[in-house]
Structure formats: C-alpha cells, structure tokens
C-alpha cells in the first residue's frame, strides 16, 4: 500500500467499498437532521423559545443547500468529486460538534448553519459517486442499498440522540465526531479521472438543461423535482418535527421513548429499499411510484387519525415504506438525466429541491401544530400525497402530448 500526505490510508480498490464509501458519507449527513428530532420540545425549554420556534433548529441545517448544492454539484464536475468530498465532511463534522457548546438559541442556529454547507455536499455527492461507479439497473439497485444504508443511520440517530439526551439535552451533538474516522476512510477513494474543460456555472447548467430537452427527459426531470418537494417536505416537516411535538403534546411520551417512534418512518423505508430493484423490474417505474404516492397518503393519514402513540408510528411506518419505494427511483434518474459530464450538477440541483421542502417542512410543521394543531398537518399531507398519486400520470401524458418526450426510465 503506498503512502502519500494526501493518501495515508492508501485507495480503495473494489467497486464494493467505493459503494460502502458513499453510503458512509451520505448517512453521516442525515444525522444533521436525525439527531436533533426527539430533542427539539427539550431545546425550545432550553432556550426559552416556543416550539412554533424551535423548527429553525431543524430548518437551519437545510438552508445552506438552496443556496449552496447547485455549486457544489458544479464544483464536482469541475474538480472532482473527491476534493469536494473531503472539505464538506470536515465542514460538516467541526460545526455539527459545535452545537454541543452553544447555549443560546441564535448560536446554535448558526452552528447548524454552518453544518449545513457541509451537509450540502455530502448527502448530494454520495448518490454522484454512486452514479458514477454504476450503470442503468444496477444503479437502481445500488441506489436502494444506498438509501438503506442511509436510513437505517437515519432510524438509529433518534434513537442514539433520544438515549444520549437523558444526560443532558446537548449530548447528542457528540454524535458528529464520528465523522473523523469516516473523514480518515474517506481518503481511500479513488482519484478522479480527467474530465473534460467545464464551462462557467451558468453556462453548465445551461448545456446540462439543452442535454435533457434533446434527450426528452426535461419535463420528467421537472416534474421529478416537484413530487420530491413534497415527499421530502413529509419526512422533514411532519415525520422529523410534527411527529414528537404531536407525542409530546397530545400523549405525552418521554423523549428516550419518542426517538424508537419517530424511527418508524425510517424502518418502513429500510423494509422495501433493499428490495427496489427487483420490484422495479416487476412492476415498473410509473406503477411504482403511484403505489409509493399512494402509500404516503395512507401512512400520513393514519396518523392524522391517531388515538395512541403506536397508531403513529404505524403510519410513519407505512409512508416509510412508500418512500423507500420513491427515493432511489428518483436518485437513480437525477443521476441517469446529467450523464458523466453533468452528474454532479443534475443530482445536486435535486439536492437543492430536498433541501427547500427540509427547510420549508419543519418551519410549516411547527407552526401548524402551534396554530391549528399537529393533525391538521398531517391531514393536510394526506390529503396532497393523494391528490399526486392519482394525477401525475395522467398530468404528466398531458404535458408531453404531442412531444417526442421520452418515458420515465431508469434503464
């Protein structure tokens, strides 16, 4: 194994741990917002702050990817994807451990903040370094591995974070010095293989759009952006921040015990995501995404209906698994649509999307449930998820009628 300042760990050499590699980076970014969900009613008494308030705590962390994952994406095809990964993980680990030592509200909002322009990064460019090692099916099928990788640090977060927090509600924050030996892993991947001269930033995203349009596959990647919206804006806004302050208020349940509920979400989308491939070949990819819309309609609407705690975790549970069904059809498209060339940006401007509904999600969601109360929004989401699961199809043969527009594939 040779030995360099900037390789002191060697370089991976299997396509397997370069896979295990991205998975790696990407769970660690959601722990940027798995880790706060159970401890968000301790931090609003912490702070002093009510809990229409605290959702910022959660929204600060996602605010950076609006204005930061598109650049970033463009930055990765630029100068390659290993560089970029390597600083966003620094970034994210030094500030994510920095909330450990805020005690005021606005400091530990700033503290996520900066943890956020790391989490731009690394979430984003797991799923490029996914995309650039795998081709058409086996993509799919690793993107499924790879969000169940993801979800499954997702789902053990609030459990960890809600243990940690019986000791002191700023302890879970030490979660994130796990990311110094994943940063010593990370330096194993391989370099980046010489690209092509990239044009200015706008003018990338320009020959990227022109790419999709002659491709046919624009209206589709559009229409793919809007439906991630609002299926993020469940997971982030209801399942990670309406779900314990709607244990909290209405059944009162400890916050060690709200971490194993709101994880229910996480277990549902693990049960089907290491299955996705195969179910894709079966049924399809439109069939598929019907019946993952349809399921984070009922899941939602089971706990706007809730009469205990259990019949919330049953129906995070259930959009759970809808939306394991949803994510690595998405990722795998975002990936298919930017070919090696554009990869970076097409996937990091789906990021942005994810980050627009984590930053809307929990600052609606809080709100709601300070206002009209956590069923509503609930109820509310079942109501869109619905309304997309039966339109989206017929919406979509509308829009490309008459045009050569290819169908949704992820080969």
């Given amino acids: 194994m040779s030995w360099s300042p900037t390789r002191p760990f060697g370089s991976a050499g299997s396509r397997n741990e370069r896979l295990a590699i991205a998975i790696a980076v990407g769970a660690m970014g959601t722990l940027g917002f798995s880790v706060t969900s159970p401890i968000l009613p301790d931090l609003a008494e912490a702070f002093g702050v009510s809990r229409g308030d605290i959702g910022l705590v959660q929204a600060a962390v996602s605010i950076p990817g609006i204005l930061f994952s598109a650049l970033i994406g463009y930055f990765a095809d630029r100068f390659g994807r290993r560089r970029v990964v390597l600083t966003a993980l620094t970034i994210f680990s030094i500030f994510g451990v920095g909330g450990f030592f805020a005690r005021t509200f606005w400091g530990l909002v700033a503290m996520r903040f900066c943890q956020g322009i790391g989490t731009s990064g690394i979430l984003g460019l797991g799923i490029v370094l996914i995309g650039d090692a795998f081709e058409g099916r086996a993509r799919t099928r690793a993107m499924g591995i790879n969000i169940t990788g993801v979800t499954l640090m997702s789902m053990t977060g609030p459990i960890i974070s809600g243990q940690l927090a019986l000791g002191g509600t700023f302890r879970p924050f030490l979660i994130f010095l796990i990311g110094v030996p994943l940063l010593a892993w990370a330096t194993r991947m391989p370099s980046d293989p010489r690209r092509e001269a990239v044009a200015p930033p706008f003018g990338h995203l320009v020959d990227a759009l022109r790419g999709m349009k002659v491709s046919g596959r624009l209206r589709d990647y559009l229409g793919l952006l809007g439906t991630t919206l609002v299926a993020v804006f469940i997971l982030h806004g209801l399942g990670l921040t309406v779900s314990p302050l709607f244990l909290d208020l209405e059944f009162g349940v400890p916050v060690d015990v709200r971490g194993f509920i709101v994880a229910s979400f996480q277990f549902g989308t693990i049960l089907v995501a290491l299955q996705v491939g195969r179910i894709l070949a079966r049924i399809g990819g439109r069939k598929m995404m019907t019946i993952a819309f349809a399921m984070m309609a009922v899941g939602s609407g089971v706990a706007a209906l809730a009469a205990a705690p259990w019949h919330i975790a049953l129906g995070l549970g259930i959009a759970g698994f809808g939306f394991g069904m949803f994510v690595p059809v998405a990722q795998s498209f975002a990936s298919l649509v930017g070919t090696d060339q554009y990869r970076g940006l097409t996937v990091l401007m789906w990021v ?23 069923r509503w929004a609930f109820g509310l989401a079942a109501l869109a998820m619905g309304v997309i699961a039966l339109a989206w199809i017929p919406l979509r043969r509308r829009i490309n009628r008459g045009v050569a527009g290819r169908a949704l594939t992820t080969e």
């Fill in 352 to 374: 942005t999307v994810v980050r627009i509904a984590q930053v809307i999600g929990p600052q609606v969601g809080s709100r709601m449930t300070d206002g009209a109360g956590p």
